[in-house]
C-alpha cells in the first residue's frame, strides 16, 4: 500500500477523494439541491445495492468462467447455458418439492456432471485448439438452447423464495430524515437479494483460501502453469482439471436458480450471462478469483447506475469500462502478466 502511495501520488489521491466522495453520499443526508438534481436519495441507495447484488450474481457466473477460461485455458461459450439448465432445474425441483434450498445441491451435482461429460468426451479432445473450443462450444450452445427452448417453451419463469427470505430487511443506511419530525427513516431492501450477497461473499472467499491455502489449489496452479512437469511428478492431471471443469459448471448452475429468484427465466438469458461473464473476467483479470469478484463489482453498479441515470446509455457504461481496462491494463485489473 505504501509503496503505491509512493509510486502513484496523483492515483491515491483521486481514489481517496472519490471514496470519500461515496461515503458521504451513502451515509450523509443529502442537501436539497442534491435531490434536485439527481432526485431522492432512496433511489440512489436502492440503484446501489441493485448493482451490487448484480454483481454478486455476475460473480457467481463469472467465477466458474475464470476457473475454466482463466486457469484451465478452455475456451467455454457453452457456459451460459449451464447457467441457464441450472436455473430451469432448480425451477423445476422447487416447484415439485417446495423447497428452494433442496434446489441447490441437486442443481449443483446435475450440472457438474453435465460439465464433467462435456470435459472427457469434448474439451479434453482439443487441448490448446482455442478456435476449435471456440465453435464446437458455441455449437453445443445453440443445441442447448433449443432443447430448452422446445421443453420449456418461451415464456418467463421466476422461481419463488422461501418465506422466510420474503420481505424487506431494515438496513443500518439512513434513507431520509423526516423535515417535519427529524425521524431518520432507515433504508430498506429485499431479504432474499442481502442474503444472495452474503452466501457470494463466502463462496468466493471460499474460492480464495482453496486456490492460494491448500495443496489442491497448488497443484491446481502448478497444472496451469506448467502442467507437463506436473504430470511428471505423477499427478494424474486430466482428473484435476476433470473436477475443476465440473465446480466451474456446476456454480454456473447455482447462479441459475439465483438468476430465476431475484430476476427471471427466459429464452436467451444464456448469452446475456455469457457476455455479462466474458467482461467481468476481461476487467478483472483471467484466472483469478479476487478479479472476477471486483470486475463483477464494477460491471453491476455501472449497469445499474446507467439503468437509473441514463437508461439510454447504459449499456455503453459496461463496454467502455470494458475497453478502457484493455486500453491501460490488457491482463485485467487483477490479472498477472504471462
Do not use: C
Request: charged letters at 10%; proline letters at 3%.
Amino acid at each position: 500500500m505504501d509503496n503505491f502511495l509512493t509510486r502513484y501520488p496523483l492515483w491515491s489521491l483521486i481514489i481517496i477523494v472519490l471514496v470519500a466522495a461515496f461515503l458521504w453520499l451513502v451515509l450523509a443526508t443529502w442537501p436539497a439541491e442534491l435531490v434536485a438534481s439527481w432526485g431522492r436519495k432512496q433511489i440512489f441507495l436502492n440503484a446501489l445495492l441493485g448493482g451490487i447484488t448484480l454483481g454478486a450474481l455476475y460473480f457467481l457466473v463469472a467465477a466458474g468462467f475464470t476457473l475454466i477460461f482463466g486457469l484451465m485455458r478452455i475456451v467455454n461459450l457453452a457456459h451460459g447455458s449451464l447457467f441457464m439448465i441450472g436455473g430451469y432445474l432448480g425451477y423445476e425441483i422447487a416447484l415439485a418439492s417446495g423447497s428452494w434450498l433442496l434446489a441447490f445441491p441437486i442443481v449443483f451435482i446435475v450440472v457438474a456432471l453435465i460439465g464433467l461429460l462435456m470435459q472427457r468426451f469434448i474439451f479434453s479432445k482439443m487441448e490448446g485448439e482455442e478456435l476449435r473450443q471456440t465453435l464446437v462450444s458455441i455449437a453445443l450452445s445453440i443445441v442447448f438452447a433449443d432443447l430448452m427452448l422446445w421443453w420449456w417453451g418461451g415464456q418467463s419463469y421466476s422461481i419463488l423464495a422461501p418465506q422466510f427470505l420474503q420481505g424487506p430487511m431494515q438496513l443500518p443506511i439512513v434513507s431520509n430524515v423526516n423535515a417535519s419530525t427529524g425521524a431518520i427513516i432507515w433504508l430498506r431492501y429485499p431479504s432474499v437479494r442481502i442474503w444472495i450477497l452474503i452466501a457470494a461473499i463466502v463462496i468466493g472467499v471460499a474460492m480464495w483460501l482453496v486456490l492460494n491455502r491448500t495443496q489442491l489449489g497448488m497443484l491446481i496452479r502448478a497444472g496451469v502453469d506448467d502442467r507437463e512437469m506436473l504430470a511428471a511428478s505423477g499427478v494424474r492431471i486430466q482428473l484435476l482439471f476433470l473436477a475443476v471443469f465440473g465446480f466451474g459448471a456446476g456454480l454456473a448452475g447455482v447462479a441459475g436458480i439465483i438468476g430465476g429468484t431475484i430476476q427471471s427465466l427466459s429464452p436467451g438469458e444464456d448469452i446475456r450471462f455469457l457476455l455479462s461473464s466474458l467482461v467481468v473476467v476481461i476487467v478483472g483479470g483471467m484466472g483469478s478469483i479476487v478479479g472476477a469478484a471486483l470486475g463483477a463489482l464494477i460491471i453491476g453498479v455501472a449497469e445499474q447506475m446507467g439503468f437509473v441515470y441514463a437508461p439510454t446509455y447504459s449499456i455503453v457504461f459496461t463496454f467502455l469500462i470494458m475497453a478502457a481496462v484493455l486500453a491501460f491494463r490488457p491482463q485485467g485489473l487483477l490479472g498477472a502478466r504471462r
